[in-house]
């Protein structure tokens, strides 16, 4: 069975960083992709980065593009958020996935196992 546990979350001043960790088990974690999404109140999940298997390939949303790096550790099953520049906008639930393949999708159904999702606080 696969489980995906993140971590790193909190409360952060505008401006700062925090780097968020998502640990995996259950599946050969190099042959898949990850991303992270993450769920604002009352509002859809949407994409924020994605990475392949490799680790070669990465896709972001516009949003966070030059602010966030999406990175992975296969040794370790475990794939990372750094996330600089935090804007108020950016608060919400942020969850961990993985891909159906070694290459990843920036919408939901591209991903088979969630996280629990892990909170982010953005205060201005």
């Known amino acids: 069975q696969v489980r995906l546990v993140e971590s790193g979350g909190g409360l952060v001043q505008a401006g700062g960083s925090l780097r968020l960790s998502c640990a995996a088990s259950g599946r050969t974690f190099s042959s898949y992709a990850m991303g992270w999404f993450r769920q604002a109140p009352g509002k859809e999940r949407d994409f924020v980065a994605t990475?392949?298997?490799?680790?070669?390939?990465?896709y972001y949303a516009d949003s966070v593009k030059g602010r966030f790096t999406i990175s992975r550790d296969n040794a370790k099953n475990t794939v990372y958020l750094q996330m600089n520049s935090l804007k108020s906008e950016d608060t919400a639930v942020y969850y961990c996935?993985?891909?159906?393949?070694?290459?990843?999708?920036?919408?939901?159904?591209?991903?088979?196992?969630w996280g629990q999702g892990t909170q982010v606080t953005v205060s201005s």
């Open positions: 990475i392949s298997g490799g680790g070669r390939v990465t």
């Open positions: 996935a993985t891909g159906r393949g070694p290459y990843g999708s920036k919408s939901t159904p591209g991903y088979d196992y």
